[in-house]
């Protein structure tokens, strides 16, 4: 249906997909496994179609379904409208932790108001990738109306950020993302600096 690459015409290279599929009904019969698949809402949602949105978000929240394609539902989300943030928001609270910095990442699209209620929160998530990537979006945020136990959490998250940034500091995206949070937090002249930095990295 989508064109993926599949075993039969690996081999069978003059053969077309419905070859293939034709075989396949021939061998199993009315009978065989027909369930949808989730990559057919991948190839949906990658492909810009506007019903996709609803399909992504039923994935997100389908717990049988592996984690690293419900992640993959969650970032596709991002390509739609603010009617799907509540779902990518729910997504902060998945048990697995790839889902939850997934889901973080893509919040920078939250009012400075939302980013404080829903991602504060998450500056003490006890896996690292999700604290960081809660600090970087927090940049974002009137930080100064964070409580003083939330805003210790965030100047700790946001220094590992930091740290990992620098840890790539011979690449440009690293530097990068320094200037983006400094420039968040409205702290210009080392933005200027790094941005150029970035710029003779990579120009």
């Given at each position: 249906?989508?064109?993926?690459?599949?075993?039969?015409?690996?081999?069978?290279?003059?053969?077309?997909?419905?070859?293939?599929?034709?075989?396949?009904?021939?061998?199993?019969?009315?009978?065989?496994?027909?369930?949808?698949?989730?990559?057919?809402?991948?190839?949906a949602?990658?492909?810009?179609?506007?019903?996709?949105a609803?399909k992504?978000?039923?994935?997100?929240?389908?717990?049988?379904?592996?984690?690293?394609?419900?992640?993959?539902?969650?970032?596709?989300?991002?390509s739609?409208?603010?009617?799907?943030?509540?779902?990518?928001?729910?997504?902060?609270?998945?048990?697995?932790?790839?889902?939850?910095?997934?889901?973080?990442?893509?919040?920078?699209?939250?009012?400075p108001?939302?980013?404080?209620s829903?991602?504060?929160?998450?500056?003490?998530?006890?896996?690292r990738?999700?604290?960081?990537?809660?600090?970087?979006?927090?940049?974002?945020?009137?930080?100064d109306r964070?409580?003083?136990?939330?805003r210790?959490?965030?100047?700790s998250?946001?220094?590992?950020?930091?740290l990992?940034?620098?840890?790539?500091?011979?690449?440009?995206?690293g530097?990068?993302?320094l200037a983006?949070?400094?420039?968040?937090?409205?702290?210009?002249?080392s933005?200027?600096?790094?941005?150029?930095?970035?710029?003779?990295?990579?120009?």
């Amino acid at each position: 249906k989508i064109g993926t690459p599949n075993a039969c015409t690996t081999c069978h290279k003059e053969k077309t997909p419905q070859w293939a599929a034709d075989a396949v009904a021939k061998w199993f019969g009315a009978n065989r496994r027909q369930e949808s698949h989730y990559g057919e809402v991948i190839a949906a949602a990658r492909a810009g179609k506007a019903e996709a949105a609803s399909k992504l978000i039923a994935l997100v929240r389908d717990a049988n379904i592996p984690a690293i394609v419900r992640a993959t539902a969650v970032q596709l989300l991002r390509s739609y409208g603010p009617e799907v943030n509540q779902a990518i928001i729910d997504a902060t609270k998945d048990p697995d932790p790839l889902v939850r910095v997934t889901a973080v990442d893509g919040l920078d699209r939250l009012t400075p108001d939302e980013k404080l209620s829903v991602v504060a929160p998450l500056v003490s998530d006890p896996i690292r990738a999700v604290r960081i990537q809660a600090a970087r979006v927090l940049t974002g945020a009137p930080i100064d109306r964070l409580e003083p136990a939330r805003r210790q959490e965030f100047e700790s998250a946001l220094a590992e950020y930091k740290l990992a940034q620098i840890y790539n500091a011979d690449m440009p995206s690293g530097i990068l993302n320094l200037a983006l949070i400094e420039t968040n937090l409205k702290q210009f002249d080392s933005a200027v600096e790094h941005y150029k930095t970035a710029i003779r990295l990579d120009p």
